[in-house]
């Protein structure tokens, strides 16, 4: 499936590209104001690096097991597999790969705190 001969390309869903904009303009704001160490720069510095290892190599995240993805992803992105990244302070990253014959695409479903992947993935605090 992720032959050498095949173009690697990062996708971001509306959704992700949206707060990933954000992001990057309230970065940009504090470093302005002189801030140089946020947990928005954290996290924007922990997707970036994300990004770049999935453009190295698509399968750097976790695969997660078939019978655990969401429905809700099966419907509205009609994936049959899933990975995730884990980012600084328990953001995970969750996109999926698609491919043809010519370039593999990782696709990026969304970025969420701890607690949207807790309650997505059905897990219960105890």
């Known amino acids: ?3 050498p001969d095949k173009t690697i390309r990062v996708v971001l869903s509306k959704n ?3 707060e990933f904009e954000k992001l990057n303009k309230i970065v940009g704001e504090e470093k302005k104001e002189g801030i140089t160490n946020s947990d928005n720069q954290r996290l924007l510095k ?4 994300a990004l770049d290892l999935i453009k190295q190599n698509p399968e750097a995240g976790i695969q997660i ?5 969401p429905r809700k ?5 009609e994936i049959n597999n899933l990975w995730k990244f884990n980012l600084v302070n328990y953001w995970r990253m969750l996109y999926t790969l698609r491919t043809d014959k010519i370039e593999i695409i990782s696709f990026v479903l ?13 897990y219960k605090k105890k």
């Open 1 to 3: 499936m992720f032959g």
């Open 16 to 18: 992700v590209e949206k």
């Open 46 to 49: 922990s997707i970036n690096r």
């Open 65 to 69: 097991r078939k019978r655990l993805i």
């Open 73 to 77: 992803y099966i419907k509205e992105f």
């Open 110 to 122: 969304e970025i969420i705190d701890h607690k949207k992947y807790s309650k997505l993935f059905g």
